[in-house]
């Protein structure tokens, strides 16, 4: 069993960073892959990043050049540092972890198997 909880959220204006943390508790050593998912009501949930135990990272293509994922060396913490915000990363940010498999290119949720319970992001004009 492995949980996950996010902080970090909040409420900046457009061009402005912020830094989300997710930390991992339970049985750390079977997480291989640690992502960060976003939503929007209506809409479905989006992949935003992923790292892998060995450090690969994967983001999509309307984060590459402004988000960085990151990881402490324990892997028990996982980062995302967001700049240049603008108003339409505004979401509910998701906490993603998967046991014994590496991240890869999918950003399928199904693949993942323990969320946290989000934390909002705003980012106003």
């Known amino acids: 069993q492995v949980q996950a909880a996010e902080s970090g959220g909040g409420s900046v204006q457009s061009g402005g960073s912020l830094r989300l943390s997710c930390t991992v508790t339970g049985w750390i050593s079977s997480v291989w892959c640690m992502a960060w998912f976003r939503q929007t009501p209506g809409k479905e949930r989006e992949g935003v990043a992923s790292?892998?135990?060995?450090?690969?990272?994967n983001y999509t293509y309307s984060v590459d050049d402004r988000f960085t994922i990151s990881q402490d060396s324990g892997k028990t913490t996982m980062f995302l540092q967001m700049n240049r915000l603008n108003p339409e990363d505004t979401a509910m940010y998701y906490c993603a972890l998967r046991q014994f498999e590496y991240c890869g290119d999918s950003w399928s949720t199904g693949h993942f198997h323990a969320w946290g319970r989000g934390t909002q992001v705003t980012v106003s004009s």
């Open positions: 790292i892998d135990r060995d450090g690969h990272t």
